[in-house]
């Protein structure tokens, strides 16, 4: 599975973004996770292909939404009210159905990285 990510930018401290996943092939869970400067890989958020299971982290519920449009493979993440702290390289990611979905080093595939900066 090839995963194309992109969408990043810069914004202003309330802004939106919307981050794109195109995927090659199906898997059974997406990811979003990100990587501030100095910090490590956290997880954001994932959902099922098959819909009906999503997870975030704590950090960005009732601002960050995941969907999937079937029809094209890809996965978005609409991000809304977003803050400095947001800041970071986003990557999508797609594994199979076991292990947790929060839990990084359980993805087999990863697309490589797009900025999202959040200026106050």
Known sequence: VQLQASGGGSVQAGGSLRLSCAASGRSYVMGWFRQAPGKEREFVAAIRWTGGSIDYADSVKGRFTISIDNAKNTVYLQMNSLKPEDTAV????????????????????????????VSS
Do not use: L
């Open 90 to 117: 986003y990557y999508c990611a797609a594994k199979g159905p076991k292990g947790a979905t929060y839990y990084d080093r359980g993805y087999d595939y990863w697309g490589q990285g797009t900025q999202v900066t």
